[in-house]
């Protein structure tokens, strides 16, 4: 028993894990409904609760996994701290979705649809706050004028090339350059070796 819910027995694994597979296959689904089914998805991970230990764990890193195949949150943010920081809530929250559904106008199967949506949606706006709170910390626009202050200065004492600014903001935003878009924004481009012609000495 893991509070009051009380997983699946263990010779109906299989069957819910297939269609845990099924269901949330990212390649069946839009961009759109994939962002909400990383939310239904850490649900029903607990719900079957396949390990013995860790299963918090593992959904969790499966979340910021699939958000992040979404194009979802970075490395500078998770939505498993905003979970750890409403821990009540997302107890809580995670107890109703747990719930058997509430007649027949409350999905088709045997938990609750309604309950699923509201998990959803406190998971989401969990997602949303730690966007907001990590925008305040970092300051983006702020960041990107002290970053802009920094390359003038070396780049006027020689320590970096003409052209940094741009391959670093791009860095910054992105989160990683791919390498023939470099030339592109320093303006720099790759050095080719001179092909020099071979002439054999003369004889004697």
């Given at each position: 028993?893991v ?6 027995d ?11 597979e099924e269901?949330y296959?990212?390649?069946r ?12 998805a ?24 699939m958000?992040?195949r979404?194009?979802?949150?970075s ?15 997302y ?19 045997y ?6 949506r ?14 907001d709170?990590?925008?305040?910390l ?8 002290r970053?802009?202050l ?25 989160g990683?350059?791919?390498r ?10 790759e050095?080719r ?12």
């Open positions: 028993m509070g009051t819910h009380i997983p699946p263990e010779t109906a694994l299989p069957s819910l894990l297939l269609r845990f269901a296959a990212p390649e689904l839009s961009k759109s409904i994939r962002i909400l089914s990383a939310a239904a850490h649900h029903r991970l607990l719900w079957i609760h396949p390990f013995y230990d860790g299963n918090g764990r593992v959904a969790r890193l499966m979340s910021h996994a958000l992040l979404c194009g979802v949150g490395s500078l943010w998770s939505v498993a701290r905003g979970l750890a920081r409403n821990a009540d809530r107890k809580a929250a995670l107890a109703r979705a747990d719930e058997p559904r509430h007649g027949d106008l409350d999905g088709r199967g938990l609750s649809d309604r309950m699923l509201e998990f959803t949606r406190f998971f989401l706006d969990t997602c949303i706050d730690q966007v709170l990590m925008g305040s970092l300051q983006p626009p702020e960041l990107l004028r970053m802009e920094y390359v003038d200065d070396e780049v006027a004492a020689g320590r970096l090339p003409r052209g940094s600014l741009a391959l670093l903001r791009e860095a910054f935003l992105a990683e350059v791919e023939g878009r470099a030339a592109d924004l320093t303006g720099y481009r050095r070796g001179r092909q020099v012609p071979f002439r054999a000495a003369p004889p004697g």
